[in-house]
């Protein structure tokens, strides 16, 4: 059954989230953590409502060159790497090509890093953290995020996205102390089915929304 798109695009999901998560409004030393680069605009939306900082948290899928859209598995600062071992048993990643996959998504997880302004891990220790995405559907980026995350010890940490799959928020549940989803679905592939308008988010867009919601404090990258 084909179904209709919730919302508009992502401006508009991030208005509804924040509605769910009115009681974080000005939320003592609590911190909006958007994942680059669809999140961050859910997730200024929510910081611009609830009147709380925003920060990026670079996090990168790590895929097959012959198949860039399949995720294979994530990687994330604090040397977290993640692999789904079943599927990349199928594409038989041999040593090599996975060390040469991690290496190319570093350099981009670290040029992201330095560009929006990431806060080092130190800036959100004991901070409660609402981490956004734009949608979740096999889970890998933002598991590696929230792993991620964690080592810098929060004293809260919360997802919030629009859209997630069904099984894929249960897995993720125990690494949370909470999950807001406007929707959980079975059998997830295609995130942005659920927007109307799902257009690519480019460096310039992030920095504008880093730039108007960004704490000055947290202005120092990693």
Known sequence: MVRAALWRDRSHAGRALAQQLSGWSHTPN????????????????????????????????????????????????????????????????????????????????????????????????????????????TGLTVRAALQSLRLSEPSQLVLAVPVIDRLVADALRPQLDHLVALAEVDDLWAVGAWYQSFEPV?????????????????????
Do not use: C, F
């Not at 867009?205 to 202005?219: A, G, I, Y």
């Open 30 to 137: 609590a911190l909006v953590v958007g994942l680059p680069r669809g999140g961050i605009v859910v997730a200024a939306e929510i910081a611009r409502q609830l009147q709380l900082p925003l920060a990026s948290w670079a996090v990168r899928k790590l895929a097959h060159p012959q198949a860039p859209e399949l995720a294979l598995g994530a990687i994330a600062p604090g040397g977290v790497q993640i692999w789904d071992e079943a599927t990349a048993r199928g594409y038989r990643l041999d040593p090599p090509l996975r060390q040469r996959i991690v290496a190319e998504q570093r350099h981009e997880l670290e040029r992201r890093q330095r560009l929006y302004g990431d806060p080092p891990a130190a800036a959100l220790q004991h901070r409660p953290l609402l981490v956004v995405d734009d949608g979740v559907a």
């Open 202 to 222: 480019n460096d310039t867009e992030v920095l504008n929304l880093m730039m108007k919601h960004q704490s000055p404090s947290l202005r120092v990258a990693q």
